[in-house]
Nanobody
Framework: QVQLVESGGGLVQAGDSLRLSCAAS????????MGWYRQAPGKQRELVAA???????NYVPSVEGRFTISRDNAKNTMYLQMNSLKPEDTAIYYC??????????????????WGQGTQVTVSS
């Protein structure tokens, strides 16, 4: 069984910082691109930032220069450092991964594996 567990969300004031983590666990894991998505109330889920296995990153323009995505491949963990937070950053943040795992019989690829989400609330 594969798990993606997000942590680090919370309630902060505008201008503050938060660091989100996404830890992946499972048998025989091999993780390719990972990404952070967010979904605000009444809005569609959007990609915030993504990072390849080799460390190439991309960001949605609204967070460029404020957020930094990184990963520790040895720990199967991805991070999102969020600085200068704004009220419009308020959302549930989800971890996503393109991964392969061993189910006890064979290796299975799931290109869209999701975590359960962590709430980020930024007050003005």
């Amino acid at each position: 069984q594969v798990q993606l567990v997000e942590s680090g969300g919370g309630l902060v004031q505008a201008g503050d910082s938060l660091r989100l983590s996404c830890a992946a666990s499972g048998s025989g894991l091999s993780i390719r691109t990972m990404g952070w998505y967010r979904q605000a109330p009444g809005k569609q889920r959007e990609l915030v930032a993504a990072i390849t296995g080799g460390g190439i990153t991309n960001y949605v323009p609204s967070v460029e220069g404020r957020f930094t995505i990184s990963r520790d491949n040895a720990k199967n963990t991805m991070y999102l450092q969020m600085n200068s937070l704004k009220p419009e950053d308020t959302a549930i943040y989800y971890c996503n991964a393109d991964l392969t795992y061993y189910n006890g019989a064979l290796y299975v690829r799931n290109p869209e594996y999701w975590g359960q989400g962590t709430q980020v609330t930024v007050s003005s």
